[in-house]
């Protein structure tokens, strides 16, 4: 079975989307109908603009999303078996596959960048990957913490991500490194994503989320909440809600598409940042 995988917040780069814009009619006429919705120029900020912009949140969401679906969109023989997105390329999947509109997605895209950046500025947060120790010794050291610091995304085997507030993250990577994590690496965004810390923004996205008309998928998508398939639309979009301030169960959830028969994974999107962390998974499940 073909799985399709759509990456998140941290894939973006200058230039992104510009060969498309290019070399697709169909990717024209969305770009432009992208920048007709938002009442501004996001396609000059993605083609031709600075990094230092392109990685705000309200910015970035949008580049992903827009290149992602685009992409998607100008395949040929796009008809998958199942589907997954890690983050914000949750969304991207499912407009992808048709749950809602292309613009629909946008606008709630829109709204989702824009809350979160929201709670980026008012409150110094910030996420780093942690490699080579357990998952469990890592959940312990920020349980003990007196901060708001969890576990935000399980990427793959001895890759392991942390999100809260900047004083309990220095704190936490400066324990973890004296027990033994091999490496650890900040990631280069300015919010506590999928921590408590987003709590705000999900009770806003969820009122907003309601005016979104969702179908039920004809795939399952595998969820970053429960890591399992999902079909009807009310559990969607309960899941994107829950998504915020819950982690991405991402290894979780591609054992759980390899154990339901998917033999190949294609990531569709900016970069290819996702295929390499799959491949560890698929990997470490056949032991090559």
């Known amino acids: 079975m073909k799985a399709y995988i759509f990456p998140g917040q941290g894939s973006q780069f200058m230039g992104m989307g ?23 120029r996001m396609t000059n900020i993605m ?19 827009i290149h992602s679906v685009i992409q998607a ?41 824009s809350l979160m ?9 910030g996420m780093a990957v942690i490699l080579g120790l357990e998952d469990h010794i890592i ?5 003990e913490d007196n901060g708001i610091i969890v576990p935000s995304n399980y990427n793959s085997p001895g890759q392991l991500v942390i999100s809260g507030e900047e004083r309990a993250l220095k704190r936490v990577c400066l324990s973890l490194k004296k ?28 009122k907003f989320i309601e005016k979104i008309s969702f179908k039920d998928s ?10 399992k398939s999902v079909i009807k639309s009310n559990d969607i979009k309960k899941n994107i809600i829950e998504q915020l301030t819950s982690p991405v169960k991402w290894k979780q959830l591609v054992e759980n598409m390899i154990s339901n028969g998917a033999i190949s994974f294609k990531e569709i999107g900016p970069g290819n940042i996702l295929q390499g962390i799959t491949k560890k998974i698929f990997n470490k499940i056949y032991k090559k």
């Open 18 to 40: 510009k060969n498309l814009y290019n070399t697709s009619n169909l990717a024209k006429k969305l770009f432009q109908l992208s920048d007709d919705i938002l009442g501004f």
């Open 47 to 65: 083609f031709d603009g600075s990094m230092e912009v392109l990685k705000k949140t309200k910015y970035t969401q949008l580049a992903v999303y």
């Open 73 to 113: 969109k100008i395949l040929d023989n796009f008809n998958p078996d199942m589907v997954a997105g890690h983050s914000l390329g949750e969304l991207s999947a499912l407009a992808s596959i048709n749950v809602f509109s292309f613009e629909d997605g946008l606008i709630l895209v829109a709204k989702r960048a």
């Open 117 to 125: 950046q929201e709670i980026c500025e008012s409150i110094h947060g």
């Open 139 to 143: 959940e312990k050291v920020c349980k």
């Open 179 to 206: 027990i033994g994590a091999k490496k650890i690496l900040r990631l280069p965004v300015n919010g506590a994503f999928h921590s408590p810390v987003m709590e705000p923004a999900k009770k806003k996205l969820s």
């Open 218 to 227: 004809k795939c399952p998508i595998y969820q970053n909440v429960t890591a």
